[in-house]
């Protein structure tokens, strides 16, 4: 039921838990071909190829790899895309359905966790099956709950960045969670917008420091 509004959702998610339980292990494949058939892409990262529209000179495609698959294919996809004139650069091996995702605009890119349910039903776990991003858990035993929480964690790539105020010492009090991709700014507007006019530089302690307190730009990345 409400399939489409969920698979909306699905799109615009950056992380998907995918689960079922011992008695319904073969749904997984069934959700995972609704997604695929909308254009999510699980576990998977977008095809390295470069598209760039041209005014003219048809379709010329720059490849270092030996392709499986012949220029004029790679062509024939380009023009169903409306690409008369570009220049392709492929990065990669492609497969035809690589290719197909690379030209089409509707692809996105998104890590799963597959989950498996009521594990204490289950004797025979060689019935589960092997999966990436796969774990097993009972809610009603607390099986592997703590080990999902670790590894949602780690699949967003979320970090703790402790906060000192000036006339303090650094501690463990103050916590905000960021994403390891984020800078020192973005944690300065993550305080408010006021806060973050102003601020040019920050001290920092921890992996990240060279020595404790290290004065550093806001471009600084985040480190745990």
């Not at 409306?82 to 690379?102: H, M, V, W």
């Not at 289950?122 to 809610?139: C, D, F, K, M, V």
């Amino acid at each position: 039921g409400r399939g489409r509004e969920v698979l909306s959702v699905a799109r615009g998610s950056d992380l998907l838990i995918i689960m079922c339980d011992v008695n319904s292990i073969r749904r997984l494949d069934t959700m995972i071909s609704s997604l695929e058939k909308v254009g999510i892409r699980i576990n998977q990262v977008p095809p390295q190829i470069n598209i760039e529209k041209k005014v003219k000179g048809g379709i010329i495609i720059h490849s270092n790899i030996k392709q499986d698959l012949e220029i004029q294919t790679i062509k024939g996809i380009a023009k169903e895309f409306g690409f008369a004139n570009a220049e392709i650069t492929l990065k990669e091996k492609f497969t035809l359905e690589k290719i197909i995702d690379a030209f089409s605009k509707n692809r996105v890119y998104i890590p799963a966790i597959f989950v498996i349910n009521k594990i204490d039903l289950e004797q025979n776990t060689n019935r589960l099956g092997h999966r990436e991003n796969y774990i097993a858990i009972s809610s009603q035993e607390n099986i592997g709950l703590d080990k999902l929480k670790e590894l949602i964690w780690e699949t967003l790539g979320f970090v703790r960045v402790y906060l000192v105020r000036p006339d303090q010492e650094p501690s463990f009090q103050n916590p905000i969670v960021m994403n390891k991709d984020n800078s020192l700014s973005q944690v300065a507007v993550k305080l408010g917008s006021e806060f973050s006019e102003e601020k040019k530089k920050a001290k920092i302690w921890g992996k990240g420091a060279k020595f404790p307190g290290q004065e550093v730009s806001l471009t600084t990345k985040v480190a745990e």
